[in-house]
């Protein structure tokens, strides 16, 4: 049975409880989860499953893209969980928080980038202390890179709240640039979830992000790098505050 992802909906959520679906060796999955697995570039959750005293650390979170079944990743193999069991789940917040911030910023970046450069995503991943991300752009240029962080510390610095809701397939790819990764198309769902912020950005996106842009902290573009002409790569961070 597909687990229930419940950051689509509360990126804000710490804790939580589930019924175990199945344990096989060190991997668990649950009815229902706030643990983000690893997709998309991003870097996924760690923190905790809990039963009574027991304690697991979840060190890795994967989805079955054919079952969309989530397993949690315990450090070593698990004993006294069982199917129907009911876990508390808890989320490394600060891990989390940080791949908020760079995932955020990355929507900013490439936004800028998308508007002013014409130029589309063509890689990236978001870890929890930098993020990369890759452009086709004709010539690579440092000073492209520092006036994309620049407009999007400028836009960070509005403090706009995010939007996220959903639209059918259909609505939502008549949306000029909802999807700024070149030849990669959203999933096959009938309905797409749509991460908006206001008046620079929108995507489907499946991901955690912050509520509000001015929770982000400032960008700092960290180096560039040459690898082709589709592959014109920044690594930037956040200055943490
Ligand atoms: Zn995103």
Not at 2 to 28: H, I, P, Q, W
Request: hydrophobic fraction near 40%.
């Amino acid at each position: 049975m597909a687990t229930k992802l419940l950051y689509l909906y509360d990126s804000y959520l710490r804790e939580f409880e589930a019924k175990v679906e199945s344990v096989s060796g060190n991997m668990v999955v649950l009815d229902q989860s706030a643990f983000r697995p690893l997709t998309g570039g991003v870097g996924c959750d760690m923190g905790w499953l809990a039963k009574d005293d027991a304690r697991f650390r979840v060190v890795r979170v994967e989805i079955d893209r054919a079952t969309k079944e989530v397993s949690h990743v315990i450090e070593s193999e698990v004993s006294g969980l069982g199917q129907g069991d009911v876990v508390k789940g808890e989320i490394d917040w600060d891990r989390r928080y940080c791949l908020m911030r760079l995932h955020t910023a990355a929507h900013l970046i490439a936004a800028v980038m998308y508007r002013d450069y014409s130029a589309l995503i063509t890689g990236g991943q978001v870890d929890v202390d930098q993020a990369k991300l890759d452009f086709n752009l004709p010539r690579t240029d440092r000073e492209v890179f520092e006036d994309a962080v620049k407009k999007a510390n400028e836009e960070a610095a509005k403090r706009v709240d995010l939007k996220i809701y959903f639209l059918s397939r259909e609505e939502a790819l008549k949306v000029p640039g909802v999807v700024k990764l070149a030849e990669r198309m959203p999933p096959e769902e009938q309905e797409l979830r749509i991460v908006e912020i206001p008046g620079i950005d929108l995507q489907a996106d499946g991901g955690p992000h912050v509520k509000n842009t001015g929770e982000m902290g400032q960008i700092q573009l960290l180096r560039i790098e040459n690898k082709g002409k589709n592959q014109r790569r920044i690594y930037f961070g956040i200055s943490r505050s």
